[in-house]
């Protein structure tokens, strides 16, 4: 008999990798980076994007670029 496991299968719907929101602070075209300010400092990561973009990304590059910047923080 099998058994299912509800925290596997909720496991999967999470993202694999750390993904953070943040702004384009530098622009390097040579080498296809870009500059993301965030939280705790600035990261360069792989990806193309324009300067003052706010993009969404993880430590391999740059996942999407949020173009109308909706974002609300609400804190509890």
């Not at 953070?20 to 080498?31: E, P, Q």
């Not at 324009?50 to 391999?60: F, G, K, M, R, W």
């Amino acid at each position: 008999m099998a058994t299912n496991n509800p925290w596997a299968n909720f496991k999967t719907l999470l993202p694999q990798e750390v993904q953070f929101r943040g702004k384009v602070v530098a622009v390097d075209t040579t080498n296809n980076r870009v500059k993301v300010e965030r939280n705790d400092g600035t990261l360069w990561v792989s990806g193309s994007a324009s300067l003052s973009d706010t993009v969404i990304a993880t430590n391999d590059g740059v996942k999407h670029v949020i173009r109308n910047d909706n974002y609300q923080k609400i804190e509890v």
